[in-house]
Every structure is written in structure tokens, then in C-alpha cells.
T-cell receptor, first 111, second 115 residues
């Protein structure tokens, strides 16, 4: 699976959009981008995933650049409960789904 | 739906003792994973089951760690004997299948402290 690079930490004001970047310059054509988050003392929680196109669900939006070498997770209106470590993961599609986590980005939402 | 259940929530043991963790996945989920998360790091996969068969245990320290999933439902992870470096949170996760359209659902983990 391709390696990802994320900033170790970011701050965001409550109510504003949080934009979390992820670089995956060695991504292959059949590798998907996944985002999970981990709130303190809880297990990781699935957020969203995509291959080429931008994706949106009730939690967030995922913007993938045309060359697929980077992506951005957008939380449109961050709340204090969005404070967590956010993990960007790329993996090959198909069977034997497993995730290889890096250190992620600690997002702190401030009042 | 009920989430992934893990017990105990916390465990403190002395080195060289043994310990076991239990996981009950979401009903109907065929794939079960055990991850180890050391403080300040992301989770690391230890073992993956598909029903009651092992799919991947390449990162499981087999000299001291063992895991089983009887009847393809509940699972237990055992450490015997424990070392200081085994202090970590042990996370269990399950997914409906093993493909990309089946996100992992994690439990809240068991925090193990080895003294």
C-alpha cells in the first residue's frame, strides 16, 4: 500500500470548515483513499473513501486531485466533537480489505 | 445496530503473566481484525479472520500471541507471557466482507498495562 504524509496537527475554529490535507504521491491507479478518525479513548471510525472522483456523505467531503497524488478531507462546519486524530490511508481495491494506519493528523477544534 | 463489543476495558498485569481479550463483532460480519495501538502511534494489524479462518497473521508475534475465532463469531486474543512492550490498546474491528465497500467498525479497545 502507498505511503501517506499528513501534518501532525491542525487547529480549526468551531463552525468553520476544517480542511485536512494528505499527500500520497506514490499512489497506484487501483489504490483507494480512505479516511478514518479516532476520538480520544475510542476506536477509529470510518468517514469516507474514494478512488478518482470527489465524494460526499453526511460526515464529510473528499476532494482528490486530478493526478491523485493528494487529497483533502473537508468537514464543512467543524464542532468541538470533531476534535480527533484523522487518518488518511491508501490501499489496493479488491479483496482482503485491511488498513495500514500512519500517525494521522490531530485536529483540534477550538471554541 | 449494536457495535463491536470488547472486554475487559482495562487490564493491568505483571510481565510474564498471561492475559486474554474478548471481542464480539457486529452480527453478520464475516471479517474480524485485531489491531494493536501503542501510545502515540496508529493501530497496527495483528491478525485478520474471514469467518473462522485466518487470512493474515503476518504481524502477529506468534511466540507469545495467539488468537482464535470459534464458530466464526466471537474472538479471543491471548498473550502469554506478556512483556513490558505489549502495553498498548488492543482494538477489535469487524466488517461485513473483506472488500473495499465494507468499512471496518471498531470497538473501543482494551487498554493493557504490563508492569
Amino acid at each position: 500500500d502507498a505511503k501517506t504524509t499528513q501534518p501532525p496537527s491542525m487547529d480549526c475554529a468551531e463552525g468553520r470548515a476544517a480542511n485536512l490535507p494528505c499527500n500520497h504521491s506514490t499512489i497506484s491507479g487501483n489504490e483507494y483513499v480512505y479516511w478514518y478518525r479516532q476520538i480520544h479513548s475510542q476506536g477509529p471510525q470510518y468517514i469516507i473513501h474514494g478512488l478518482k472522483n470527489n465524494e460526499t456523505n453526511e460526515m464529510a467531503s473528499l476532494i482528490i486531485t486530478e493526478d491523485r497524488k493528494s487529497s483533502t478531507l473537508i468537514l464543512p462546519h467543524a464542532t468541538l466533537r470533531d476534535t480527533a486524530v484523522y487518518y488518511c490511508i491508501v490501499r489496493v481495491g479488491g479483496s482482503n480489505y485491511k488498513l495500514t494506519f500512519g500517525k494521522g493528523t490531530l485536529l483540534t477544534v477550538n471554541p | 445496530e449494536a457495535g463491536v463489543a470488547q472486554s475487559p476495558r482495562y487490564k493491568i498485569i505483571e510481565k510474564r503473566q498471561s492475559v486474554a481479550f474478548w471481542c464480539n463483532p457486529i452480527s453478520g460480519h464475516a471479517t474480524l481484525y485485531w489491531y494493536q495501538q501503542i501510545l502515540g502511534q496508529g493501530p497496527k494489524l495483528l491478525i485478520q479472520f474471514q469467518n473462522n479462518g485466518v487470512v493474515d497473521d503476518s504481524q502477529l508475534p506468534k511466540d507469545r500471541f495467539s488468537a482464535e475465532r470459534l464458530k466464526g463469531v466471537d474472538s479471543t486474543l491471548k498473550i502469554q507471557p506478556a512483556k513490558l512492550e505489549d502495553s498498548a490498546v488492543y482494538l477489535c474491528a469487524s466488517s461485513l466482507g473483506s472488500g473495499r465497500e465494507s468499512p471496518l467498525h471498531f470497538g473501543n479497545g482494551t487498554r493493557l498495562t504490563v508492569t
